[in-house]
């Protein structure tokens, strides 16, 4: 079964992703039609700076999950995790003795 073309509200917020894609497009189309454009310039104003400023936001929160999945893979490093020694090999050696 083809998905329709057609959004729902919860459609567009469950992919942020696809969301801007389309935002970017309404706004490429009603640039490329200039005055023959149906949608209302105020739209677009605001759709343009509420798409910039998700966007902004978007990179930035790659930022923190890049930075987030670097540290998770230090503190595993300092736990023990494959070839480093880290708290769990300790803990073992002090438990035989």
Known sequence: MEKSSH??????????????RLAEKIIEEHVNKGA????K???IADLNYKLKMAKDKHEEGLKYKRLMENAWMERDQFLGS??????SQIINQMLKV
């Not at 959004?7 to 801007?20: N, R």
């Not at 023959?36 to 949608?39: I, V």
């Open 82 to 87: 494959g070839d480093h020694a880290g708290v």
């Open 36 to 39: 023959g454009s149906t949608l």
């Open 7 to 20: 959004f729902t509200p919860a459609d567009l917020s469950a992919d942020p992703d696809q969301l801007i």
């Open 41 to 43: 310039a105020n739209h």
